[in-house]
């Protein structure tokens, strides 16, 4: 059951995961929208709603601002690519992925990274105030939040003694006792919070914003239009959905497939299908009673995530 | 003896988190509270390391530490606290973002240092005695950056708690007399405290204690 054997198996696996985020990523957007809308009290537009949004931006013309470079116009394909890379590498419905040892977790943190960057340099590369404005709030938010994702997970990899996914989630099936020990939980909460900063969502960032000021992500996408923004849009979606589906993996690893027959696979996919339906809805419902953060209060919020995530891998490394 | 050890590293990971609270909540009223928190899971430890090493004295021990430190202080400590605004730690030298980095950094010296004593004992509360001395050090450095006084004083209990959970964790305890000379000194330093803050408050209508460095009119 070595994690490191890459076959055509855990090639196909990988590849069912890619397709399942890129067609399952708006549902999820739709069915926290919704959920969002029937608690505030409206109809809602349906769990479908997101993907229809799409088939209208992609049958509009490709539209370009003015004085925008390379960045502005590769940034949304990158962001794509470099999301649908890391669900191909992050185990969500088997720990058998095709990556093997490459699905490691400080790839896996430089590719979402890299996404972030590249929407960011687009939104500086377009020249406008609110670009700018967007750009640097999204970096500052990112800079804090990287190193707690790196953390958390060491917290979790400091057992196994390795940083590669699969391993660590294999690890957490094997010994599910050690899920409720303090270094586990404080690093779940971490990750969560660092889950709500890098997806934009409240209480760090307002995705149902339209007032330019409280804008972190939106601002800086704001430029885009058409095809362009059909992927940005997507991208953000997969982002939410493949960092959902890490901490699931992390920490709720039961009836993740540890092999690559079809019974196991077929159980794994439902079984991730109700975890992420599960938390979007507790995330939507919770969306409806937080209110967002003053902007100079998240730098504080990551800070106290960082130290909670530097704490549980103290208590990881040191104790017992 | 593996039950107690997570017990014990339940009980000082309680311990720290608490010390954290205070360094990430702004309100003095739950820095208060945290405190009595503080205070119950030291007492905690002491009664774990007694029943553990079968020592019934520090039962009478961990008695005294939670009824002091961890309800008559903090109640000293609430009255203190007016119902205004301006009970608010809301300028502290060093901003709450950068103190929470501050304290990782804090805690990891912590460790570091404490390695040597750490192996010399070998004992399960030995590896738990890290977080006593990151108590201490998260303790002193709210003495430093607060600019209100009962958030000083909260720092300086802090540091107190923090020694003793060494005390505890590297000694098994303090004999029961020296405990009740600290009780007692820390008891009355609080009080004489509590009543500076009063008169301070009613003669200058804040404790910033910064604008307390210059003669006025």
């Not at chain 1, 690519?81 to 977790?105: E, H, K, N, Q, Y």
């Not at chain 1, 970096?139 to 790196?150: C, K, S, V």
């Not at chain 1, 601002?219 to 982002?239: K, N, S, W």
């Not at chain 1, 209060?297 to 104790?319: I, M, N, Q, Y």
């Amino acid at each position: 059951m070595s994690a490191d054997t890459v076959n055509t198996a855990s090639i196909l696996v990988s590849l069912g995961q890619v397709t399942l985020v890129l067609i399952g990523a708006p549902l999820l957007a739709g069915v926290m929208r919704q959920v969002r809308a029937r608690l505030e009290g409206r109809e809602g537009a349906g769990i479908w709603q997101p993907w229809r949004d799409l088939r209208k931006l992609l049958r509009k013309t490709r539209i370009v601002p003015e004085g925008t470079g390379p960045a502005f116009r590769t940034a949304p394909l990158l962001a794509v690519a470099c999301t649908a890379m890391a669900a191909a590498a992050v185990p969500l419905i088997s720990t058998r992925t095709g990556l093997g040892p490459g699905a490691d977790l400080i790839a896996v943190v430089a590719l979402l990274t890299l996404a972030a960057a590249a929407l960011a340099l687009a939104g500086l590369d377009t020249g406008t105030a609110f670009g700018g404005m967007g750009a640097s709030r999204e970096m500052t938010i990112t800079a804090l939040a990287e190193p707690t994702i790196l953390m958390a997970v060491f917290a979790l990899g400091a057992r196994v003694g390795s940083t590669n996914l699969p391993q660590i989630v294999a690890a957490g099936v094997q010994h599910g006792g050690r899920l409720a020990s303090p270094a586990s939980l404080l690093a779940a909460f971490a990750l969560g919070v660092v889950v709500l900063a890098e997806t934009g969502r409240l209480p760090v960032d307002n995705p149902a914003t339209h007032l330019e000021l409280t804008m972190v992500h939106e601002a800086m996408v704001l430029e885009y239009a058409g095809p362009d923004l059909a992927l940005v849009e997507l991208g953000a979606a997969m982002r939410l959905t493949v960092l959902l589906g890490l901490w699931a993996s992390l920490f709720a690893p039961w009836g993740i497939a540890t092999a690559t027959g079809p019974a196991a696979l077929a159980l794994g996919l439902g079984v991730l299908a109700g975890k992420l339906a599960l938390l979007a809805v507790l995330l939507a419902a919770g969306e409806v009673f937080m209110a967002k953060l003053r902007l100079f209060r998240v730098p504080e919020l990551l800070a106290g995530s960082f130290l909670l995530s530097v704490l549980a891998v103290t208590a990881s490394f040191f104790l017992t | 003896m593996s039950g107690d050890a997570e017990l014990l590293d339940l009980a000082a990971g309680a311990f720290l988190l608490a010390a954290v609270g205070v360094l990430w909540r702004r309100d003095l009223t739950a820095q208060t509270s945290l405190l009595a928190v503080q205070g119950f899971a030291l007492a905690a430890i002491a009664v774990i390391l007694g029943a553990d090493q079968a020592h019934p004295e520090l039962y009478a021990v961990a008695a005294g530490v939670g009824v002091l430190r961890g309800a008559v202080l903090p109640a000293l400590m609430r009255r203190a606290i007016s119902a205004r605004a301006t009970d608010r730690e809301t300028r502290p030298l060093m901003n709450v973002g950068a103190s929470l980095l501050s304290a990782a950094a804090l805690v990891l010296l912590a460790y570091a240092v404490s390695q040597p004593l750490v192996r010399l004992l070998g004992t399960a509360s030995a590896r738990a005695l890290p977080m006593g001395l990151a108590v201490a050090l998260i303790g002193l450095l709210i003495l430093v950056t607060r600019r209100k006084a009962l958030s000083q004083i909260t720092g300086f209990l802090l540091l107190d708690n923090g020694i003793t959970a060494i005390a505890f964790l590297a000694a098994a305890g303090v004999p029961l007399l020296v405990e009740l000379g600290v009780s007692f000194d820390l008891l009355l330093a609080v009080l004489v405290l509590r009543v500076l803050t009063t008169r301070m408050r009613a003669l200058f209508g804040d404790t910033d204690l910064d604008d307390l460095r210059e003669l006025h009119d």
